[in-house]
């Protein structure tokens, strides 16, 4: 019986493996391990020098590992860290791309408009004599509300447009009849009368048409831009959840905890974690579209022979010919007026001066043949928003592309979570409520992250604001969103204009780390898989004890 007992300890000796996965006599070290947590910038107190039974993981599977909790609690919140910030720095990228769009368009705009200025001086002065000089502030009131109005200030374009054309039939009325004694108040019986006068003809019907489509294009373009780039910036600051924590240091760190630290995880298994992870900012992906599209409907109307470079180099010629149509029938308008308005006092007309006959004359074009910087301009940005449409939903796929498992047999030899090892999981679809059965990230998709939602919906009011535009309809964008106005990119740096949530350090150990729910066709169970065969060792004992 003694030696029966003394076979049966040998032989378990010889089954049984002490430690690791791959049946060894001997502990494997934790040098790798080690040196891989040590250049990660943690010290390596408590770290142990070979395996140790697993037991105490709460993440990670719990066979024989090098790590400690605290080192799975310090790896879980390193992940969660790195991919946060790969979160951002991939979003940095797409704001550099709207920036970079934002600042050709507006230098672009307003370019145009400065030409269109210089235009007017360098052709009115000769063309319109003291005329122009002496009322140069109504033209160039014009245009510096034409600027505030595309900078987004609270202007209305068609009381812009109606007011110029009233003081230009006052100072024009006034040059024209200097013999007699005009005052104020029929000069404002004057203007009420541009109506039913029509005194420039149809000119400022077909300007007001023109440049109100084109001004409200352009605004709500740049506002377009403005606001894309700012739910990329705060949707990029948004914390990952507890859940995502615990799969991305699943995925990424427990293969070294495992002593596998050159296993990659499987693509699917990557997609799942990334989808999980994302499920929130998928949901982004509709609006998103949506606003892209409009935007590049808006972006259609910049080129061409009726495009803002047409509308807005043009504004020279169309005044002067309008201001022509006034002195060509300035006798004829002086009756109407002195019967609408009543007489005034005076040494009788000698009709119009040589001053304003040479009103007469057609400004001439000088700035040549318009180049096609627009058209160019144009057909860039719509690449770009083009590109840009599927940003959301290709984020997962963008994340996983240089860390998954590639090359022959990579399916068969990847990090499915549990081991080296085929992953069998089907991929999930995007968005919040297609991960009700993600096996990688419990996700509970009746609570969806509200700072997201917040940003859907600025998406959908831009949106239905660029439509009214594409009809020509003014809008005010003051109110669309908590700090976006006008006037800037609403795309700055993190330390300058950050709002959203900030990561919060955690020292004391973290209680949310409970073990996962067991996916029973995808995990098995490795935890058993590699103890000691205790009932051997236990029933030579038991035979001992019986003989007694």
Same mark, same amino acid.
């Given at each position: 019986m003694?030696? $029966?007992i003394i076979a049966a !300890? %040998? #032989?378990?000796?010889l089954t049984a493996p002490a430690y690791g996965d791959k049946g060894t006599s001997k502990a494997r070290s934790c040098s790798d391990i080690r040196q $891989?947590?040590? /250049? =990660? /910038?943690f010290a390596l107190d408590g770290v142990p020098q070979s395996e140790i039974s697993g037991e105490h993981l709460r993440i990670c599977p719990q066979g024989y590992t090098c790590c400690t909790s605290d080192m799975e609690d310090n790896l879980a919140l390193l992940s969660r860290r790195e991919m946060e910030g790969? !979160?951002?720095? #991939?979003g940095r990228s797409l704001q550099a791309s709207l920036t970079g769009q934002y600042k050709a368009f507006d230098g672009s705009f307003l370019e145009l408009l400065n030409r269109s200025t @210089?235009? !007017?001086q360098e052709t009115f002065t000769p063309t319109w004599g003291s005329i122009y000089s002496q009322n140069s502030q109504v033209f160039s009131d014009l245009y510096t509300d034409l600027r505030h109005y595309y900078r987004g200030s609270n202007v209305n374009l068609e009381e812009v447009l109606n007011e110029f054309w009233a003081r230009l039939l006052e100072k024009l009325f006034y040059q024209a009849n200097k013999q007699y004694v005009i005052g104020e108040d029929y000069l404002e019986c004057v203007s009420k009368q541009i109506e039913t006068l029509r005194p420039f003809g149809d000119t400022p019907r077909v300007m007001k048409m023109m440049v109100t489509r084109t001004f409200v294009a352009a605004r709500s373009f740049v506002q377009g831009l403005v606001v894309s780039g700012e739910v990329v910036r705060k949707v990029s600051q948004v914390q990952l959840s507890t859940e995502c924590t615990r799969a991305m240091m699943r995925m990424t760190y427990c293969p070294h905890c495992r002593g596998m630290a050159s296993a990659r995880p499987c693509a699917n298994y990557c997609s799942n974690v990334m989808k999980g992870c994302l499920a929130n900012q998928a949901d982004l992906n509709t609006e998103w579209r949506h606003l892209a599209e409009t935007m590049m409907q808006v972006a259609g109307r910049f080129d061409g022979p009726s495009g803002v470079e047409s509308v807005v180099l043009t504004l020279p010629n169309r005044i002067s010919e309008a201001m022509s149509t006034m002195m060509e029938n300035i006798e004829t308008i002086n009756s109407k007026l002195f019967q %609408?308005? /009543?007489? @005034?006092r005076g040494t009788s007309s000698t009709g119009p001066t040589d001053t304003m006959k040479r009103g007469k004359v057609t400004v001439e074009d =000088? !700035?040549?043949t318009s180049s096609n910087k627009m058209d160019k301009l144009v057909s860039d940005v719509t690449v770009r928003l083009r590109d840009m449409q599927p940003y959301w939903v290709s984020l997962p796929g963008i994340l996983c592309s240089d860390r998954v498992a590639t090359g022959t047999g990579a399916e068969d030899k990847c990090w499915n979570g549990m081991n080296r090892a085929r992953y069998l999981p089907e991929v999930m679809g995007d968005g919040l409520a297609s991960q009700i059965n993600n096996p990688e990230v419990e996700i509970d998709i009746t609570k969806p992250d509200m700072? @997201?939602?917040q940003q859907i919906m600025q998406l959908k009011i831009m949106t239905h604001r660029l439509k009214n535009a594409l009809n020509g309809q003014d809008v005010d964008f003051q109110d669309t969103s908590d700090d976006v106005s006008g006037s800037g990119s609403g795309m700055c740096a993190d330390d300058m204009c950050s709002r959203g949530p900030r990561l919060v350090p955690i020292t004391d150990r973290p209680k949310f780390f409970q073990p996962p729910p067991v996916n029973e066709g995808v995990k098995g169970n490795h935890a058993k898989q590699n103890l000691p065969c205790i009932t051997i060792y236990l029933l030579p004992l038991l035979i001992l004890l019986l003989r007694r």
């Open positions: 003694d030696s $029966f !300890l %040998a #032989v378990c000796s $891989f947590y040590s /250049g =990660k /910038g790969l !979160l951002k720095d #991939v @210089i235009s !007017l %609408a308005c /009543g007489n @005034i =000088k !700035l040549g700072t @997201i939602r």
